[in-house]
């Protein structure tokens, strides 16, 4: 911090000027991306990469602000890219401004709370050319640049680590449920070891804190393990004949997702009651495991049969007919509940890991925000 003190004293004596971003950047609209071919230029949407193709819009460094949607978003690309019309690209006057120092920058105005619309949230060139950006000197700016990349760095490290240990654990699953080497294992058909039984509808505002247990549909991918024995949420409990409800020992699935990954996501319900499930979501009933069928729907060999059936309408969604044609392997008892043992121990290391290695990942977020908005806080120079 010292070192950027002294700096700025010596370039900038008087202050910092500040100019209007408006007249350091020109805001570029995206386009159309469905008649390109696959590639290796990455397309751009607000929530970040959606494919990648054989053509690029920009090929010099620049900072990718949402125009719609997700509008807290903001990426850096320094290689030849792509952008959709929900996302603006900056043409960067690089005489004045370093593209990553304003891309440091930006993460400090607020962009997600600058909504312009009463719906989607959207965001307007108008009122991003107005945002007041400071134009330190250009040494300055690498400076900070180089100190910021810093926790950036360490950050996607952390983060690459993590990914790291949870691909090891997934290719040593993936390979534990194929039976490849193991004879009298039979695969069969869903429908043909259970039955499928559709929830019934309660919305969020039937939800309270007390009350009848329940899972929801959205909860499924976003709070639940491969397992659990008690619920986020409960229902009034006036709501209980017109529910329906999963009972322990059966697997609770969502049917619909936002992508494809999300759909058929599943948690085996081991609680000593029975809980409200959703009409987005089945419960699976059979005389499996819950949580060996549980972890063999997270097999890529699953994943592969399931992307056939669902439908890709705005929302992703899977019939329990479609479910129940998908081919499972069903070995004895024993040997169900001697690889779920297996698991278990795996998930618990890797829970240990993502317990320690998100909060070191959280920490140096903080650390980051924290030095980002104490070195881009300049004092104005007076006009």
């Known amino acids: 911090m010292s070192r950027i003190d002294d700096l700025v004293k010596q370039c900038a004596p008087d202050g910092v000027e500040y100019r209007n971003l408006g007249d350091l950047v020109r805001f570029k609209n995206g386009k159309d991306h469905k008649h390109l071919g696959p590639g290796n230029f990455p397309v751009y949407g607000s929530g970040g990469v959606m494919r990648y193709v054989d053509a690029y819009a920009y090929d010099k460094p620049s900072v990718l602000i949402p125009r719609k949607g997700s509008l807290g978003n903001v990426f850096y690309v320094d290689t030849p890219f792509w952008t959709v019309d929900t996302i603006f690209y900056t043409e960067i006057d690089e005489s004045v401004i370093v593209p990553r120092f304003l891309y440091h920058y930006m993460g400090t105005v607020g962009l997600g709370d600058m909504n312009q619309a009463g719906g989607v949230p959207s965001q307007t060139q108008s009122v991003l050319n107005r945002i007041r950006t400071p134009v330190p000197p250009?040494?300055?700016q690498r400076e900070i640049v180089r100190l910021l990349d810093r926790f950036t760095e360490l950050e996607a490290e952390?983060?690459?680590?993590?990914?790291?240990r949870r691909a090891q654990y997934a290719h040593y699953r993936d390979s534990l449920l194929s039976f490849r080497e193991a004879g009298g294992v039979r695969w069969i058909p869903m429908s043909d070891c259970g039955a499928f039984v559709r929830g019934r509808r309660?919305?969020?505002?039937?939800?309270?804190?007390?009350?009848?247990?329940?899972?929801h549909y959205g909860e499924i991918y976003t709070n639940y393990g491969v397992a659990a024995t008690?619920?986020?949420?409960?229902?009034?409990?006036?709501l209980r004949p017109t529910l329906r409800f999963a009972k322990p020992g059966d697997v609770v699935i969502a049917s619909v997702g936002e992508t494809v990954e999300d759909v058929a996501k599943a948690?085996?319900?081991l609680g000593d009651t029975e809980v409200a499930i959703h009409d987005d979501s089945f419960a699976f009933r059979s005389d499996v495991d819950p949580t060996y069928i549980a972890y063999v729907m997270q097999t890529a060999a699953f994943q592969a049969q399931k992307e056939k059936c669902v439908a890709r309408a705005k929302v992703k969604r899977v019939s329990g007919e479609n479910l129940g044609k998908i081919v499972i392997p069903v070995p004895d008892l024993a040997e169900q509940q001697r690889i779920v043992g297996i698991l278990n121990k795996f998930e618990a290391i890797l829970g240990d890991l993502s317990s320690g290695l998100p909060a070191e990942i959280e920490a140096r977020r903080a650390q980051y925000a924290y030095y980002r908005d104490r070195l881009l806080s300049f004092e104005e120079a007076q006009a």
């Open 230 to 238: 008690e619920t986020i949420s409960f229902v009034r409990e006036d």
């Open 138 to 140: 250009l040494e300055v």
């Open 158 to 164: 952390l983060e690459a680590e993590l990914e790291a």
């Open 202 to 215: 309660f919305t969020k505002s039937d939800m309270v804190t007390r009350g009848i247990p329940c899972i």
């Open 267 to 269: 948690v085996a319900w």
